[in-house]
C-alpha cells in the first residue's frame, strides 16, 4: 500500500481524527459536565474546524494534482479516522440508551396510593419517587371527613428505580411486583432517614389480569397501581388496577375484553369511604368518596377498572373513615341494557355507575359512550329507583352537556 506523495495530508488526517476522538471521549466518561459540555463543542468548532477545512483543500489538491486517480486507501486514510471519531459520541448515547431501556423493562417504573388510616402523620418510604404529575407528599397527615376541607390522607407517586437501587435489598420491588420478602414497612423522616419505625405489611393478592397485559404494549406496571393502608398497628398493600389513561381506555375498549368496565361512587351514606373492593377487586379511589347525602353535586370525576361478571350480582366490601378497618358489604346488581343497546357499536368500554345508599345498600346505573359520525351519545338505564329519592347529580347523563351529548332511550 503506497502512501508516498499522501503523507501530508494523512498526518493531517489522523491529528483531527485524533483531536476528535479525545474530545468525544472526555464527554462520554466525564461525570456532570455541565457548562463543560459547550466548551468541548466550542474547542472542536474553533480547532478541529480549521484543521477538518485544510484536511479537504488537500484531498481536493491531491483530486487536481492525480486527476482523479488518488488511490482508495488514501480517501479512506484520509477520512475514515474523522468518522471514526466523531461517531465516538453518538454511539456511546445509542449504547446507553439501549442500556436503558433494557433496564427499565426489567425495572419499570411503580405507581403507589398511600392512605393514612392510622390516626397520626406519617412519613413514607419515598426512595426513588417522584410526585411531579400526581402532587402526592412523603409527609402524609391523616385523613379527615370534613365535607370541603381538611386532609385527604391520600398520597399517589411513581417510583423510577435506579441501576443502584433496584439491586439492593433494601428497595421493596423486583421488576413490576413487590418482595414476598418485603414484610415490613418501614417509615422515614422527611430528609430521607428512617424513622425508627415499622409496622407488619401485610401482602393481598395480585389481580388477575393476563388478558389486559396481553392487550397493551406496556406492560403490567402500567396497569397496576400498590395501594398501602395504613392502620395504627399494620400495613395492608392491596395491588390493583390503576385508572386508565385515554389512550390505555381507547387500546381496552378496541380489545372488547369480557366483563372490563369502569366503575364510578356516588356517596350517600353519612360516612366517608376510603376503601373498595368489588368481587375482592380492590379499587384506586384516589381519594375521599366523601358523602354527598344534604349537599350540592359533586360527581364523581373518571373511575376505576375492574373485569368482572355484570351478569351476575357484584359483592361489594368498603371501609368508612369513621370506621375503618371495619367492613361494610352489600351486593350490587347491574341492570342491563335493552335490547335497542344491540345496534350500539361496541367498541366502547362499559361504564358502571354505584350508589351508596343510607340504609347500607347499593344501586347501579350501566352506561356506555357511543360515539358515531363525531357525535357523542349516552346509552344509560338511568338512576336506579332506590337512588332517585337521593340522587342530587340527575345520573351517569349528568356529566355531560344536554346540548352536545344525546341520550339515548333505554
Given at each position: 500500500m503506497k502512501t508516498k506523495g499522501y503523507l501530508f495530508g494523512i498526518v493531517v488526517s489522523f491529528a483531527l481524527a485524533g483531536f476528535l476522538a479525545f474530545l468525544g471521549l472526555v464527554f462520554v466518561t466525564a461525570d456532570n459536565l455541565g457548562w463543560g459540555a459547550v466548551a468541548l463543542l466550542s474547542y472542536a468548532?474553533?480547532?478541529?474546524?480549521?484543521?477538518?477545512?485544510?484536511?479537504?483543500?488537500?484531498?481536493?489538491?491531491?483530486?487536481?494534482?492525480?486527476?482523479?486517480?488518488?488511490?482508495?486507501?488514501?480517501?479512506?486514510?484520509?477520512?475514515?479516522?474523522?468518522?471514526?471519531?466523531?461517531?465516538?459520541?453518538?454511539?456511546?448515547?445509542?449504547?446507553?440508551?439501549?442500556?436503558?431501556d433494557s433496564f427499565r423493562k426489567e425495572n419499570p417504573a411503580i405507581a403507589e396510593t398511600h392512605v393514612n388510616l392510622s390516626g397520626r402523620p406519617i412519613g413514607l418510604d419515598f426512595r426513588e419517587a417522584s410526585s411531579s404529575s400526581s402532587g402526592g407528599s412523603q409527609s402524609l397527615e391523616p385523613a379527615s371527613a370534613t365535607r370541603h376541607g381538611g386532609s385527604s390522607g391520600f398520597s399517589s407517586f411513581t417510583r423510577y428505580p435506579r441501576p443502584g437501587a433496584a439491586t439492593r435489598d433494601a428497595f421493596p420491588y423486583a421488576g413490576s411486583r413487590l418482595k414476598e420478602s418485603a414484610t415490613r414497612y418501614t417509615y422515614f423522616n422527611v430528609d430521607g432517614t428512617p424513622a425508627g419505625t415499622s409496622l407488619p405489611l401485610l401482602h393481598l393478592p395480585y389481580p388477575d389480569i393476563a388478558t389486559l397485559v396481553s392487550a397493551y404494549a406496556y406492560g403490567e406496571a402500567a396497569l397496576v397501581v400498590h395501594q398501602y393502608f395504613h392502620y395504627p398497628d399494620h400495613v395492608e398493600v392491596a395491588p390493583g388496577l390503576a385508572r386508565f389513561s385515554g389512550m390505555a381506555e381507547d387500546t381496552m375498549g378496541s380489545a372488547r375484553i369480557p366483563g372490563l368496565a369502569i366503575f364510578s361512587v356516588e356517596n350517600y351514606t353519612p360516612q366517608t369511604i376510603v376503601r373498595l373492593e368489588l368481587n375482592g377487586q380492590t379499587q384506586d379511589l384516589s381519594g375521599l368518596a366523601r358523602s354527598l347525602a344534604g349537599g350540592p353535586c359533586d360527581p364523581p370525576r373518571g373511575g376505576t377498572p375492574a373485569v368482572l361478571d355484570l351478569d351476575r350480582p357484584v359483592n361489594v366490601r368498603w371501609q368508612t373513615l369513621e370506621e375503618a378497618?371495619?367492613?361494610?358489604?352489600?351486593?350490587?346488581?347491574?341492570?342491563?341494557?335493552?335490547?335497542?343497546?344491540?345496534?350500539?357499536?361496541?367498541?366502547?368500554?362499559?361504564?358502571?355507575?354505584?350508589?351508596?345508599?343510607?340504609?347500607?345498600?347499593?344501586?347501579?346505573?350501566?352506561?356506555?359512550?357511543i360515539r358515531t359520525r363525531g357525535e357523542l351519545a349516552i346509552r344509560a338505564t338511568g338512576v336506579p329507583a332506590p337512588a332517585k329519592a337521593y340522587s342530587v347529580c340527575g345520573g351517569a347523563y349528568g356529566n355531560y352537556n344536554p346540548q352536545t351529548v344525546k341520550l339515548l332511550p333505554n
Amino acid at each position: 500500500m503506497k502512501t508516498k506523495g499522501y503523507l501530508f495530508g494523512i498526518v493531517v488526517s489522523f491529528a483531527l481524527a485524533g483531536f476528535l476522538a479525545f474530545l468525544g471521549l472526555v464527554f462520554v466518561t466525564a461525570d456532570n459536565l455541565g457548562w463543560g459540555a459547550v466548551a468541548l463543542l466550542s474547542y472542536a468548532v474553533m480547532f478541529g474546524g480549521p484543521l477538518a477545512i485544510v484536511l479537504l483543500l488537500i484531498w481536493i489538491a491531491y483530486l487536481v494534482r492525480d486527476r482523479g486517480k488518488v488511490p482508495g486507501h488514501i480517501h479512506a486514510l484520509m477520512f475514515l479516522p474523522t468518522l471514526a471519531a466523531v461517531l465516538i459520541v453518538p454511539v456511546d448515547d445509542a449504547i446507553r440508551q439501549s442500556r436503558s431501556d433494557s433496564f427499565r423493562k426489567e425495572n419499570p417504573a411503580i405507581a403507589e396510593t398511600h392512605v393514612n388510616l392510622s390516626g397520626r402523620p406519617i412519613g413514607l418510604d419515598f426512595r426513588e419517587a417522584s410526585s411531579s404529575s400526581s402532587g402526592g407528599s412523603q409527609s402524609l397527615e391523616p385523613a379527615s371527613a370534613t365535607r370541603h376541607g381538611g386532609s385527604s390522607g391520600f398520597s399517589s407517586f411513581t417510583r423510577y428505580p435506579r441501576p443502584g437501587a433496584a439491586t439492593r435489598d433494601a428497595f421493596p420491588y423486583a421488576g413490576s411486583r413487590l418482595k414476598e420478602s418485603a414484610t415490613r414497612y418501614t417509615y422515614f423522616n422527611v430528609d430521607g432517614t428512617p424513622a425508627g419505625t415499622s409496622l407488619p405489611l401485610l401482602h393481598l393478592p395480585y389481580p388477575d389480569i393476563a388478558t389486559l397485559v396481553s392487550a397493551y404494549a406496556y406492560g403490567e406496571a402500567a396497569l397496576v397501581v400498590h395501594q398501602y393502608f395504613h392502620y395504627p398497628d399494620h400495613v395492608e398493600v392491596a395491588p390493583g388496577l390503576a385508572r386508565f389513561s385515554g389512550m390505555a381506555e381507547d387500546t381496552m375498549g378496541s380489545a372488547r375484553i369480557p366483563g372490563l368496565a369502569i366503575f364510578s361512587v356516588e356517596n350517600y351514606t353519612p360516612q366517608t369511604i376510603v376503601r373498595l373492593e368489588l368481587n375482592g377487586q380492590t379499587q384506586d379511589l384516589s381519594g375521599l368518596a366523601r358523602s354527598l347525602a344534604g349537599g350540592p353535586c359533586d360527581p364523581p370525576r373518571g373511575g376505576t377498572p375492574a373485569v368482572l361478571d355484570l351478569d351476575r350480582p357484584v359483592n361489594v366490601r368498603w371501609q368508612t373513615l369513621e370506621e375503618a378497618p371495619r367492613w361494610h358489604e352489600a351486593q350490587a346488581v347491574v341492570p342491563a341494557f335493552s335490547p335497542a343497546s344491540k345496534t350500539d357499536p361496541d367498541k366502547a368500554l362499559l361504564r358502571v355507575r354505584l350508589y351508596f345508599l343510607p340504609d347500607g345498600t347499593i344501586a347501579a346505573e350501566r352506561y356506555r359512550e357511543i360515539r358515531t359520525r363525531g357525535e357523542l351519545a349516552i346509552r344509560a338505564t338511568g338512576v336506579p329507583a332506590p337512588a332517585k329519592a337521593y340522587s342530587v347529580c340527575g345520573g351517569a347523563y349528568g356529566n355531560y352537556n344536554p346540548q352536545t351529548v344525546k341520550l339515548l332511550p333505554n
